[in-house]
């Protein structure tokens, strides 16, 4: 069983900057692309940015610019990070990793997340 664990949440003004990490250990699959995912009180869950083994990054519109994606591979543990710039108050939500496996389906249970805060 795959262990998910973010952390680095917190609360921050706007203008800010966070930085989070997440650390999915026992994976049995190999993974390709991993992912950062927010939910925000009452919305959906959405990706915000995303990275493959290689190193190609991709990110939501709403974070282009401000938000950058970087990973390390060990042989069963992914560590992924996001460090959050220019931080704004619609990027309050819960922030979860996950590596996609199609636009819907993930590789690896949901974990906490950690609670991201901007205020105004």
């Known amino acids: 069983q795959v262990s998910v664990m973010e952390s680095g949440g917190g609360l921050v003004q706007a203008g800010g900057s966070l930085r989070l990490s997440c650390s999915a250990s026992r994976s049995t699959i190999s993974i390709n692309d991993v992912a950062w995912y927010r939910q925000a009180p009452g919305k959906q869950r959405e990706l915000v940015a995303r990275i493959s083994r290689q190193g190609s990054t991709t990110f939501a519109d709403s974070v282009k610019g401000r938000f950058a994606i970087s990973r390390d591979n060990a042989a069963k543990t992914v560590t992924v990070y996001l460090q959050m710039n220019s931080l704004k108050p619609e990027d309050t939500a819960i922030y979860y990793c996950?590596?996609?496996?199609?636009?819907?389906?993930?590789?690896?249970?949901w974990g906490q997340g950690t609670q991201v805060t901007v205020s105004s």
């Open positions: 996950n590596a996609p496996a199609s636009d819907t389906l993930v590789w690896w249970p």
